[in-house]
């Protein structure tokens, strides 16, 4: 039996469409709709400081306005609610630590293939407070297989909730992925999640997310998708 998870990314990767202006109401009605539908991580945008509007918007300037904006969202026990965060875009240090009344539990940390071991270094202070961390190399595809050994090695050691493959360009068939998966599935620690993030540039992120499912076998997996693929470029999976 496959250990699936579905995090949904419309609130976040939707918002290349609409430059993140989703109004404050239908946030909170695309996040209800996506607990009673049994979405397990429901990602709810990005934290990132150099907003300055404060009101209906999936680009939040900080956590505080993004767990208020939340205040009355009660998840199911086995669902998460996340946000995430770009390299050098928030200061982790100013992160709360999490308490039993944060509804923002796990944080995505993205970064660029020239800045991954700088950020690999900083995402422990997203541990350290408490975070279930989410770690997305952009455009895994371009790694080396020394900096993919470096990454998974260091992803280890910190005991990271999710390591993902990123398909930022859209770029990866199913042979690609399928490499990729044995690459990652044959260091990484068992109790880490391999996670899925595509663009369907090629109209191949339902088939890739099908070969993933077939290969996992009992690997714990997440897959990304967002409401009726709404993402940047062609878009991503449809959830």
């Known amino acids: 039996m ?15 469409i609409n430059n993140w202006e989703f109004g404050n109401k239908n946030i909170l009605k695309v996040i209800e709709k996506l607990i009673s539908s049994n979405i397990e991580i429901i990602e709810c ?13 999936t680009r939040f300037k900080n956590i ?5 904006l939340l205040q009355n969202i009660n998840p199911n026990s086995n669902q998460l609610l996340v946000a995430m965060i770009e390299y050098t875009k928030y200061d982790l240090n100013s992160l709360p ?19 991954f071991k700088e950020a690999l270094e900083e995402m422990k202070i997203i541990l350290e407070k408490g975070y279930k961390l989410f770690v997305q190399p952009i455009s ?6 020394e900096d993919l050994n470096y990454l998974i090695n260091k992803v280890n050691k910190l005991n990271t ?39 369907n540039n090629m109209q191949l992120s339902y088939a890739i997310a099908i070969e993933f499912i077939n290969i996992a ?12 693929g709404m993402g940047r ?7």
Do not use: W
Request: charged share 25%.
């Open 97 to 115: 630590v999490v308490t039993n009344d944060s509804k923002i539990t796990g944080i995505r940390f993205s970064f660029r293939k020239s800045d």
């Open 233 to 239: 470029g062609a878009g991503n999976l449809n959830t």
């Open 64 to 68: 505080d306005i993004l767990n208020n």
């Open 140 to 145: 895994t595809d371009s790694y080396s297989e």
């Open 45 to 57: 945008g990005f934290l990132d400081s150099n907003i300055n509007k404060e009101q209906d918007t």
């Open 161 to 199: 909730y999710a390591l993902y493959i990123v398909d930022t360009q859209g770029s990866i068939f199913p042979e690609n992925f399928k490499n990729l998966f044995e690459k990652f599935v044959s260091k990484m620690s068992s109790n880490i999640k391999l996670g899925f993030h595509s663009h």
């Open 2 to 16: 496959n250990h699936i998870k579905i995090l949904d990314c419309t609130l976040r990767d939707g918002g290349y």
């Open 217 to 228: 076998k009992e690997k714990e997996i997440i897959i990304d998708s967002s409401i009726y």
